[in-house]
């Protein structure tokens, strides 16, 4: 991956052990609001690791990881198959990317850091020929009706595809296309709306029906999906400046 700049900001792969310890003790603030030990799993070791920093001070702001997959026949190989039965997307025929643990260090609020993270995800796309984007998109917090007006939102304007449409696989589950019945008021759910799965939307992406209950990260998730191909050509040209 090229080094990408923007503002105070920069962006690198993890390339030696204590990047990666680094990008999970990040990880460990952002989920779980304890800043002792570091947050883990099987999976890290499959994925490239991205560190977004702060130029001046070297500091970590922002990081995520990726795990390429050939084909949709490599699905269950991805962190999402846990929690999802993604048997559609077996069908798939190009190259995915599977988006996972995507945090900004809680004390940092300047949108060039998300904007840097869309960049370097573009220039992997670019690079890898990857022609799907997907992850899970997480709510803090487990009440599902914190946000009912953004559920309701996704549920009558971001739906999957039936022919990629996740069902349910997890014990823990809040169907919100069956169990929410009135239009959503759309200034709280925007306002309800995770940044990084706004960004999904905005593009074109799509979520599943439910929303996964996962206690152990305190947070509600959505499966989100990206098609390459139906990225608005002005927002894709728009990406494609910041990855350089």
């Known amino acids: 991956?090229?080094?990408?700049?923007?503002?105070?900001?920069?962006?690198?792969?993890?390339?030696?052990?204590?990047?990666?310890?680094?990008?999970?003790?990040?990880r460990q603030r952002a989920f779980r609001r304890d800043n002792t030990g570091v947050e883990a799993d099987g999976f890290d070791a499959d994925c490239?690791?991205?560190?977004?920093?702060?130029?001046?001070?070297?500091?970590?702001?922002?990081?995520?990881?990726l795990l390429?997959?050939?084909?949709?026949?490599?699905?269950?190989?991805?962190?999402?198959?846990?929690?999802?039965?993604?048997?559609?997307?077996?069908?798939?025929?190009?190259?995915?990317?599977?988006?996972?643990?995507?945090?900004?260090d809680p004390s940092r609020q300047d949108p060039d850091i998300l904007r840097l993270a869309w960049g370097a995800m573009t220039a992997f796309v670019d690079r890898e020929r990857v022609?799907?984007?997907?992850?899970?998109?997480?709510?803090?917090?487990?009440?599902?009706e914190d946000y009912a007006d953004a559920f309701a939102l996704l549920r009558d304007r971001h739906l999957a595809p039936k022919r990629w449409l996740p069902r349910i696989k997890a014990p823990n589950v809040f169907q919100f296309s069956q169990?929410?019945?009135?239009?959503?008021?759309?200034?709280r759910a925007q306002s309800k709306m995770p940044p990084l799965l706004r960004t999904y939307l905005f593009m074109g992406g799509w979520v599943s029906d439910h929303a996964v209950i996962d206690r152990d990260?305190?947070?509600?998730?959505?499966?989100t999906?990206?098609?390459?191909?139906?990225?608005?050509?002005?927002r894709a040209q728009s990406l494609r400046s910041v990855a350089g």
Do not use: W
Request: proline letters at 4%; one cysteine or more.
């Open 131 to 144: 022609e799907m984007l997907f992850g899970c998109s997480s709510f803090q917090g487990t009440n599902a």
């Open 225 to 234: 999906g990206l098609e390459i191909g139906a990225v608005p050509a002005a």
């Open 179 to 187: 169990r929410l019945r009135y239009k959503p008021n759309l200034k």
């Open 217 to 223: 990260l305190n947070t509600l998730h959505v499966f």
């Open 1 to 26: 991956m090229v080094s990408l700049h923007k503002g105070r900001y920069a962006v690198r792969l993890a390339d030696r052990p204590e990047d990666v310890e680094a990008a999970q003790r990040l």
């Open 68 to 104: 390429r997959l050939d084909t949709g026949a490599e699905i269950e190989k991805s962190y999402s198959a846990q929690f999802y039965d993604l048997s559609g997307l077996k069908q798939f025929p190009a190259p995915m990317a599977e988006i996972g643990r995507f945090c900004i």
């Open 48 to 65: 490239q690791h991205v560190l977004i920093e702060d130029v001046a001070s070297g500091e970590l702001v922002s990081c995520f990881r």
